[in-house]
């Protein structure tokens, strides 16, 4: 017998051992079905041992084996077994947010068996037209000696399968199981379509990556909005699919990029698979089990889809890489991006990591020699760049956050025939309600945040934990009727502009307007069939879009970024701003971007209109290094939460005593808190954070390590609910 460590999907950080025989000794990564108390669990074999802390009486069989091979790749597997440590997150968890729901239920990690109807000796001399009794049976006999009927075509041809099974009782057919193929795309890969002629710059970069595809490099691909990063990304594509390998293409959001995707399949003949939201777990499966066996060219999907096997890797891109939404925030809270690149070095793969912001810790890497970085400075065919003004707000008088001056730029480009991007990011109508007489705010109870006032719907929403309310017909503080929006969301934005442009069709793209399934690509649609119109959005319509019509962006309500609490606010600022900037002028016309507020002396926004975004990168960088704020050091937060704020704030204390009292940690170690969340209470728990700071990264996870394996030992650990994020990315 030999003694078996597995994973559990269990919130523990600790691997369960049980015993198996020579004959049914499973290999390391694949899943077993093992009692776990009174329940069956499935668990993914760690290591084999010879020891235990158990005794051998003490340990249970493994009941069964389910996998004759590890369902992880040699290079995947390491990356996950490395997030273990490096996250401190348990293993098992981990391990199963890697593969398809199906599969952590025990079901085959195979495709599913098809099998063919086939003539026997004896009824390969049975003539159909002796059948008289049976018009069915006699039908069935003669598809049969055409050259069988595989089991699909029994409904193709109306034939039901008890006529089938008659026929075999007579012994004049049966059913055997077909042969396992695989669906090879590589002798059939060719590209579509006419190729773009690639700029110099263009041509430079795709020239780099090739030049080094046979082994690891991380790439920046800095490219101006519209500068043509798609068309690169294309192009290295083609030589890697030339060469038979597959290609993992990560984006912030799938229903952000349907433009991208589609390009992808105009322009190569070759299996690209989506994973996106709208699949349902057998669709899932089948294309994890397909990238595993090789038979996709292209896998693109969002953070999650960086676990997807390979099995023959070339190249992992990384689109918009700065987006906050490849950081994963709760949960294993890994960062989809930093993972990305650590599998591309164990895979000895190129990656690109694409942006036309690049976060300021992927030009630190360029800076200290990890990461090579390719400028893309110009836009591509005739466009140009967008003119930029600033609108000083003070004195203004206001409609609905319009400025008379950006109304008037407004009508001016829509006269002309073309299309007004407004961008407010606060959807509804408003963002608070108030009563004119006393003054009372509704507020949500359970987030001690103001909800949002949703008109159309008639409702009050808490966009903190979704719960919702009817709107009161009265003050609930002193009864009167005299209850008003405050503030400005994209519902009321809307409405205002129909009743100021009313011949001008609006669309509103937020999650409001797009929650049903299909209308983001309506409203695209209608986008695309050019004329005047004003589009009014979110971030939605900051990534990745391209409006050929648009020539007019404006930013109707930034100035709370400009003085956030959060240090990275400042960058988060410019990388939309930039963004939502690039929407104008991307299709030869003169595009114009107006950013109303209130300080337009302020020198982020000095910085960043004048100079650039990498020149506010580049001043940002020096300021954090004088802070020492990352990239210059390395963090982790222990976040908790619990319904009773004391109880939260004493676990915290605790836990700050024993990281002190560590004799790894040293004079450069900062320990700031505990201190309540930004948003210190929310679906009813309060939030408190400790925050660990160290510019080795090195000394920090030991001082993690020792001090998790403490945590237990804490008199509050039991009744908080406790996190740990390594590298967080917000506060």
């Keep these: 017998m030999t003694i078996i460590k597995v994973a559990l999907p269990v919130p523990l950080p600790k691997l369960y051992d049980y015993l198996a025989e020579e004959p049914r000794l499973p290999q390391v990564g694949c899943r077993v079905r093992v009692s776990f108390g009174r329940r069956k669990m499935i668990g993914i074999v760690v290591a084999h041992s010879e020891q235990s802390e158990f005794s051998a009486e003490q340990l249970k069989p493994i009941d069964e084996v389910l996998d004759t091979c590890s369902l992880f790749p040699r290079s995947l597997w390491d990356l996950l077994t490395w997030s273990n440590r490096y996250y401190h997150y348990p293993l098992g968890e981990i391990l199963f947010h890697a593969i398809p729901l199906h599969l952590r239920q025990g079901k085959e990690a195979s495709k599913p068996l098809r099998y063919e109807w086939r003539l026997t000796e004896l009824g390969r001399v049975i003539d159909p037209v002796d059948i008289k009794r049976s018009e069915k049976q006699r039908q069935a006999m003669m598809l049969l000696r055409q050259g069988g009927v595989l089991r699909s075509a029994v409904t193709t041809h109306d034939l039901a399968e008890s006529t089938l099974q008659a026929l075999r009782k007579k012994g004049w057919c049966d059913l055997y199981e077909l042969a396992e193929e695989l669906e090879d795309w590589r002798p059939q890969f060719k590209v579509l379509g006419d190729r773009l002629k690639l700029t110099t710059e263009q041509a430079t970069a795709v020239g780099a990556i090739h030049s080094m595809n046979q082994q690891f490099a991380t790439w920046l691909l800095a490219g101006i909005t519209g500068s043509g990063k798609t068309e690169v990304y294309l192009s290295v594509l083609e030589n890697i699919l030339a060469q038979g390998k597959q290609a993992l293409v990560l984006v912030p959001e799938i229903g952000l990029t349907p433009q991208t995707i589609a390009r992808f399949r105009e322009r190569f003949n070759a299996p690209i698979e989506v994973i996106h939201s709208g699949l349902n777990d057998t669709e899932r499966l089948s294309v994890w089990l397909k990238s595993k066996r090789g038979e996709v060219a292209i896998v693109i999907g969002t953070r999650s889809a960086l676990f997807t096997p390979l099995a023959r890797p070339g190249v992992i891109i990384v689109d918009e890489e700065h987006d906050s939404s490849y950081k994963q925030q709760d949960g294993w809270r890994y960062h989809a991006r930093d993972l990305a690149v650590y599998r591309a070095n164990k895979e000895n793969i190129p990656i690109i990591l694409g942006s036309a912001t690049p976060a300021l810790e992927t030009l630190h890497n360029v800076r200290v020699g990890k990461y090579?970085?390719?400028?893309?400075?110009?836009?591509?065919?005739?466009?140009?760049?967008?003119?930029?003004?600033?609108?000083?707000?003070?004195?203004?008088?206001?409609?609905?956050?319009?400025?008379?001056?950006?109304?008037?730029?407004?009508?001016?480009?829509?006269?002309?025939?073309?299309?007004?991007?407004?961008?407010?990011?606060?959807?509804?109508?408003?963002?608070?309600?108030?009563?004119?007489?006393?003054?009372?705010?509704?507020?949500?109870?359970?987030?001690?945040?103001?909800?949002?006032?949703?008109?159309?719907?008639?409702?009050?929403?808490?966009?903190?934990?979704?719960?919702?309310?009817?709107?009161?017909?009265?003050?609930?503080?002193?009864?009167?009727?005299?209850?008003?929006?405050?503030?400005?969301?994209?519902?009321?934005?809307?409405?205002?502009?129909?009743?100021?442009?009313?011949?001008?069709?609006?669309?509103?793209?937020?999650?409001?307007?797009?929650?049903?399934?299909?209308?983001?690509?309506?409203?695209?649609?209608?986008?695309?069939?050019?004329?005047?119109?004003?589009?009014?959005?979110?971030?939605?319509?900051?990534?990745?879009?391209?409006?050929?019509?648009?020539?007019?962006?404006?930013?109707?309500?930034?100035?709370?970024?400009?003085?956030?609490?959060?240090?990275?606010?400042?960058?988060?600022?410019?990388?939309?701003?930039?963004?939502?900037?690039?929407?104008?002028?991307?299709?030869?016309?003169?595009?114009?971007?107006?950013?109303?507020?209130?300080?337009p002396e302020h020198p982020l926004l000095q910085t960043l209109l004048g100079k650039g975004y990498f020149q506010f990168a580049a001043e940002t960088l020096e300021l954090r290094q004088q802070l020492q704020l990352p990239p210059y050091t390395n963090q982790a937060i222990f976040r908790a939460e619990h319904h009773d704020s004391d109880q939260v704030e004493r676990f915290l204390q605790q836990l700050r005593t024993l990281i002190e009292s560590s004799p790894l940690k040293d004079k450069e170690c900062w320990i700031v808190g505990p201190i309540p969340a930004l948003h210190a209470k929310r679906q009813g728990r309060w939030r408190w954070q400790l925050l660990v700071q160290s510019p080795s990264r090195g000394r920090l996870q030991q001082l993690l390590t020792q001090s998790l394996s403490l945590v237990t030992t804490l008199t509050g650990e039991k009744k908080v609910k406790w996190s740990l994020d390594v590298d967080p990315t917000d506060s």
């Excluded at 404006?554 to 701003?577: C, I, K, N, P, W």
Aim: with cysteine; proline share 4%.
């Design 372 to 599: 090579r970085q390719l400028n893309l400075t110009r836009r591509a065919g005739n466009a140009t760049t967008a003119q930029q003004q600033l609108i000083d707000l003070k004195a203004a008088v206001l409609q609905s956050g319009l400025s008379p001056q950006l109304i008037r730029h407004i009508r001016t480009h829509l006269q002309a025939g073309n299309q007004v991007l407004l961008f407010l990011n606060r959807r509804g109508y408003s963002p608070a309600l108030l009563c004119h007489d006393c003054g009372w705010l509704a507020e949500c109870q359970r987030c001690d945040h103001y909800y949002t006032y949703h008109q159309q719907q008639r409702s009050l929403r808490c966009h903190h934990c979704d719960s919702q309310r009817p709107i009161p017909w009265q003050c609930p503080e002193c009864g009167s009727s005299h209850l008003m929006p405050a503030g400005l969301g994209t519902e009321q934005l809307e409405e205002h502009l129909q009743g100021l442009f009313p011949e001008i069709p609006v669309t509103r793209i937020d999650r409001d307007t797009t929650r049903r399934k299909g209308m983001l690509e309506q409203h695209l649609a209608q986008i695309h069939q050019g004329g005047a119109r004003i589009l009014i959005g979110t971030q939605m319509l900051a990534k990745g879009h391209h409006f050929p019509d648009v020539t007019l962006v404006a930013l109707l309500d930034v100035d709370g970024a400009l003085f956030s609490a959060d240090f990275r606010a400042t960058e988060h600022f410019a990388q939309l701003y930039v963004q939502v900037a690039g929407r104008a002028g991307r299709a030869g016309k003169q595009g114009e971007v107006l950013l109303q507020t209130h300080h």
